[in-house]
């Protein structure tokens, strides 16, 4: 059997270009040499080399890195790449209308899920995010609603590697709780978010068919005030009615 090449220096300027990028005020060798355990040298050697292809530029006064032109044309060619945000859009347009919460598209992505998409509510007060944004896998309803389609050994052992975290009071952090919950999602096709993630907030997400090798999700966020009991309802039905037509949209493309 052949042994992979792992690339070692790669995966390390992965590491950093994500640093970099995660961070607002930009980063200096120092600091993405202590908090990655990676030595200066290595560091600067990487940074040299990513500086000069525009990845990333460094500030002359502060000496701190931030993401340059070249990544975020990158970033934004990959993007424009994933045509199903089109034929998703309308659908979300008529599902924002109909329950008035802000409505998300968006793709599993390793251990977090990332924001492809978005229609915001027209309320004043309403929940958004930027289109990119990565979130937890954990973060209640997407990560439910992605963890479901794992078979139930699989969910166990990445469970055990994974442990669940407590964003709020109401978070699900018993192993045995959420499997059980995963398993009601897989029924219904459904997965919701009472609190869980972010206090006073709820949720609800579906699963939408596979797009080559995406498998994508929508999902409904507000504040609990306007998503009250009865009307939560209401928006399973809406957002699992949403993501079949996204699904059968997808399959005649």
């Known amino acids: ?27 200096k060798i120092s600091e993405i040499s202590t908090s990655m355990a990676i030595s200066k040298s290595t560091v600067h050697g990487i940074t040299a080399a990513l500086e000069e292809r525009g990845a ?34 309308p659908v979300m347009e008529e599902l924002m209308e109909q329950c008035q919460e802000s409505v998300f598209l968006g793709i599993r992505n390793g251990n977090t899920v990332t924001v492809v998409d978005i229609v915001e509510s027209k309320r004043d ?22 963890l479901s389609l794992m078979e139930p050994e699989d969910l166990k052992k ?22 059980k919950e995963l398993n009601n999602v897989r029924k219904n096709g459904v997965s919701t978010d ?16 596979p797009y080559g090798t995406y498998i994508p999700a929508i999902w409904v966020v507000g504040f609990k005030a306007s998503m009250s009991d009865k009307k939560i309802q209401t928006i399973i039905e809406q957002t699992r009615m949403a993501a079949e037509r996204i699904g059968k949209r997808l399959g005649q493309t």
């Open 194 to 209: 009472d609190e869980e993630y972010l206090s006073g907030v709820r949720a609800v997400a579906a699963l939408i068919k």
């Open 125 to 146: 007060f309403k929940i958004t995010s930027p289109i990119g944004t990565s979130l937890p896998l954990m973060a209640a309803a997407t990560g439910k609603i992605f």
């Open 1 to 27: 059997m052949l042994k992979k090449y792992q690339a070692p220096i790669v995966k390390k300027a992965f590491i950093i270009l994500d640093a970099i990028s995660k961070s607002s005020q930009g980063l």
């Open 158 to 179: 990445y469970l055990h590697s994974n442990p669940l975290v407590r964003y709020t009071p109401h978070t699900i952090t018993d192993p045995d709780l959420y499997a």
């Open 56 to 89: 990333i530029i460094r500030d002359s006064i502060s000496k701190k890195y931030t993401i340059g032109i070249t990544l975020m044309e990158l970033g934004k060619a990959a993007y424009e790449r994933i045509d199903f945000k089109n034929i998703a859009k």
